[in-house]
């Protein structure tokens, strides 16, 4: 019983915590989503590892999602902010979004490979674009 106990605890914290060659733009609250879906899940599970084929990443409350998507080169991907909390998307090679509770982020990726990105904001918060 004890260690069904600690498990839901641990359960517990882990829910509170978060998570889970280009161009790029930013939009504000006002701002349109051009090609993707304007809310809810727009292909996959936020909790899947597997990338799922799409150009829409929701961000949502401490989750992208899909967390990994893949994509064609030359493919525009638009990050659709749907949660309350203030988050960002942020690359290794310095391009990011605003911190913002609304509205859109575009980039486009020109070149083949994989690029991992974060919420700088909330440890943990990680997602990826693999590139074909």
Same mark, same amino acid.
């Given at each position: 019983?004890?260690?069904?106990?600690?498990?839901?605890?641990?359960?517990? +914290?882990?829910?509170?915590?978060? /998570?889970?060659?280009?161009?790029?733009? +930013?939009?504000?609250?006002?701002?349109?989503?051009?090609?993707?879906?304007?809310?809810?899940?727009?292909?996959?599970?936020?909790?899947?590892?597997?990338?799922?084929?799409?150009?829409? +990443?929701?961000?949502?409350?401490?989750?992208?999602?899909?967390?990994?998507?893949?994509?064609?080169?030359?493919?525009?991907?638009?990050?659709?902010?749907?949660?309350?909390?203030?988050?960002?998307?942020?690359?290794?090679?310095?391009?990011?979004?605003?911190?913002?509770?609304?509205?859109?982020?575009?980039?486009?990726?020109?070149?083949? /490979?994989?690029?991992?990105?974060?919420?700088?904001?909330?440890?943990?918060?990680?997602?990826?674009?693999? +590139?074909?």
């Amino acid at each position: 019983m004890k260690i069904l106990r600690n498990l839901a605890a641990v359960a517990l +914290v882990a829910a509170a915590a978060c /998570g889970g060659g280009a161009s790029n733009s +930013v939009t504000g609250p006002t701002g349109g989503n051009p090609g993707g879906n304007p809310g809810g899940n727009p292909g996959g599970n936020p909790g899947t590892t597997e990338p799922v084929a799409t150009n829409s +990443v929701s961000v949502g409350d401490n989750v992208f999602s899909p967390i990994n998507i893949v994509v064609s080169a030359g493919t525009q991907v638009t990050w659709t902010w749907a949660g309350a909390t203030a988050h960002n998307v942020s690359f290794s090679d310095g391009t990011h979004s605003n911190d913002q509770t609304a509205g859109t982020y575009t980039r486009t990726f020109s070149t083949a /490979g994989t690029f991992n990105y974060s919420c700088t904001l909330h440890a943990g918060m990680n997602g990826s674009v693999k +590139v074909n």
